[in-house]
């Protein structure tokens, strides 16, 4: 059996330094959506830490007697992984829109583990090893596929992402956060028994875990400021002036238009910021800082569906040419298929390319 005042210390330190990650990312952020998602998810990690102290195997000194919110804390538990993923999208895709797919695979997996939660709770007879048993396994394998998907997204955009501590952030999640979570999911889920003795040992060492990520996390960002957690996030995002030395040769905006923008570059379908630093013959790492620090652009592609969306606009805005299709318009600057030419239209302009046309087409007559 593990030291009970080791794994009390640990929780109790696992919960302050959750705590303290989730003020300091609201008070960065009180307004986005990703810091309220976390605050949210960093509630239902200390109900997950604090289910763990209401445990048989815990000592009776450090036992906590939870049945009345017994149900409540499931809940909550079940929806760490659902959380995760949205919280993922929301910082790394925040350009998109959230998948209605999965919004409804999410409520639908905290529905019906809610019932299935209450049954085990309440039923004589719990879940039993029928229907509800499939059922339960399917939520189960659901968490983790939201897991999946999390360090997908996270992953995804790490090539386009313009700014280094983004994309630090990315692997960090990837390589601990999300690696940790869907290890509790799995290992809980499918491999244990919650009344063995393994399954204390197991908790013992997943508590550990998150007291010292958790803590870790909390360190970095204090190093960051000494004063307060408030440019954690911040220093994610701001844009900062650098001078360069002397001896590199000039580079601004007006001779990166004048290659990129007047040139068309950014017609190339397939173009990655490898590829354009090879056409100006600049370092990678000093393109990706000046498209950042002097365009103001935090990601690579955010900054092509810019450029391309604008020349997209003048060509359906061309009365002369109103019936050439939309997808021969979309090829022509650089887009591989009509879908996300549509979708980044309708993110820019705030309508459709079909509408965005007749609505100019209308105007010049």
């Known amino acids: 059996m593990p030291n009970p005042l080791f794994l009390f210390a ?47 195997h815990i000592d009776p000194q450090f036992q906590l007697d939870l049945s009345r919110w017994q149900l409540l804390i ?44 209450g049954i085990s709770l309440y039923s004589s007879g719990g879940i039993g090893t029928g229907s509800l048993a499939i059922v339960s396994t399917c939520m189960d394998v659901m968490t983790l596929a939201f897991v999946a998907s999390a360090m997908y997204w996270t992953l995804k ?32 889920n499918f491999l244990l028994d919650g009344g063995s003795s393994s399954y204390a040992t197991a908790q013992t060492i997943i508590v550990s875990l998150i007291a010292v990520l958790a ?15 408030s440019n954690v996030i911040r220093k994610v995002a701001e844009l900062t002036e650098e001078t360069e030395p002397e001896s590199r040769a000039p580079f601004d905006k007006d001779s990166f238009n004048k290659v990129f923008k007047e040139g068309k570059l950014y017609r190339e379908a397939g173009l990655t910021i490898s590829m354009l630093a090879k ?16 365009l103001g652009y935090r990601n690579f592609n955010a900054m092509l569906h810019k450029y391309r969306i604008e020349d997209a606009s003048d060509a359906l805005a061309d009365k002369d040419a109103p019936n050439v ?18 979708n980044a239209f309708r993110q820019i302009m705030g309508v459709t390319p079909s509408e965005y046309r007749k609505r100019e087409i209308q105007a010049q007559s």
Not at 215 to 229: E, I, N
């Open 279 to 294: 056409k100006l013959n600049l370092p990678e790492y000093r393109l990706r800082a000046f498209i950042h620090k002097q």
């Open 10 to 56: 640990a929780q109790i330190i696992a919960m302050l330094s959750v705590l303290l990650l989730a003020a300091g990312f609201l008070k960065a952020e009180p307004r986005a959506g990703s810091a309220r998602v976390f605050a949210l998810m960093a509630v239902f990690i200390i109900f997950y830490l604090l289910n763990g102290m209401a445990g048989q």
């Open 215 to 229: 803590t870790g996390m909390l360190l970095v960002a204090m190093r960051f400021d000494y004063v307060s957690l």
């Open 325 to 342: 299709p939309v997808l021969t318009i979309a090829l022509s600057v650089g887009y591989q298929s009509i879908t996300p030419f549509n």
């Open 74 to 117: 499931q809940i909550g538990v079940n929806t760490i992984p659902g959380l995760f993923m949205i919280y993922c999208f929301l910082v790394f895709q925040e350009q998109l829109k959230f998948p209605s797919l999965l919004i409804l695979a999410f409520a639908t997996q905290v529905v019906l583990d809610s019932i299935l939660s």
């Open 157 to 188: 955009g790490w090539r386009a992402d313009l700014v280094d501590d983004r994309r630090i952030l990315r692997w960090f999640i990837i390589g601990v956060q999300g690696a940790l979570i869907f290890s509790v999911v799995f290992v809980e």
